[in-house]
T-cell receptor, first 112, second 113 residues
Framework: GQQLNQSPQSMFIQEGEDVSMNCTSS?????WLWYKQEPGEGPVLLIA?????ELTSNGRLTAQFGITRKDSFLNISASIPSDVGIYFC????????????FGAGTQVVVTP | DGGITQSPKYLFRKEGQNVTLSCEQN?????MYWYRQDPGQGLRLIYY???????QKGDIAEGYSVSREKKESFPLTVTSAQKNPTAFYLC????????????FGNGTRLTVT
């Protein structure tokens, strides 16, 4: 299946900095999900988005469903060491029941 | 606590052997999925099941088989026909509804030598 384009591939940031990452697709999506995965663990759902333009926060995390319905953004504000991990986006088209497409992930490394 | 349990965490097999990965959920979810994760790649769908006694092939089903005899359980068999079986395997489930979020287990790392 088609994979989403997620960028950047990795980010090395200092504690306290803000982080931004995004996913783009050639398809129009009706759902965007953002996950965080730590080494050796399964992905954990952070934010789910269901409408174009929707902006949703979860603590220091904020995600937006792009107006074109072909992209989504995740921001982490004031990063802390426990933000380390791989962040994945997942998107779903209208006609693909439950078959989410996944980005390759953004590896975030936070240094004190 | 509700969740998805995958076992074992680590699995080692010799080439040519079939191996079965377990996935159990107590979330009362209708749909279950198996994904394969390789370094630097997005998750790839192997099989999914929307309801008991029914399942569909995903994008990379060759060399794998599944069964869905109970709502709670969706075991995955990696057969000897799978050419590159060493990977991290993730099981997920979702509630009824075409765009319900996926909830993942903690994965099984399979190494075949």
């Amino acid at each position: 299946g088609q994979q989403l384009n997620q960028s950047p591939q990795s980010m090395f940031i200092q504690e306290g900095e803000d982080v931004s990452m995004n996913c783009t697709s050639s398809s129009i999506f009706n759902t965007w999900l953002w996950y965080k995965q730590e080494p050796g663990e399964g992905p954990v759902l952070l934010i789910a988005l269901y409408k174009a333009g929707e902006l949703t926060s979860n603590g220091r995390l904020t995600a937006q469903f792009g107006i074109t319905r072909k992209d989504s953004f995740l921001n982490i504000s004031a990063s802390i060491p426990s933000d380390v991990g791989i962040y994945f986006c997942a998107g779903l088209t209208t006609d693909s029941w439950g078959k989410f497409q996944f980005g390759a992930g953004t590896q975030v490394v936070v240094t004190p | 606590d509700g969740g998805i349990t995958q076992s074992p965490k680590y699995l080692f097999r010799k080439e040519g052997q079939n191996v079965t990965l377990s996935c159990e959920q107590n979330l009362n979810h209708d749909a279950m999925y198996w994904y394969r994760q390789d370094p630097g790649q997005g998750l790839r769908l192997i099989y999914y099941s929307q309801i008991v006694n029914d399942f569909q092939k995903g994008d990379i089903a060759e060399g794998y088989s599944v069964s869905r005899e109970k709502k709670e359980s969706f075991p995955l068999t990696v057969t000897s026909a799978q050419k590159n079986p060493t990977a991290f395997y993730l099981c997920a489930s979702s509630d009824r509804g075409p765009n319900s979020p996926l909830h993942f287990g903690n994965g099984t790392r399979l190494t075949v030598t």
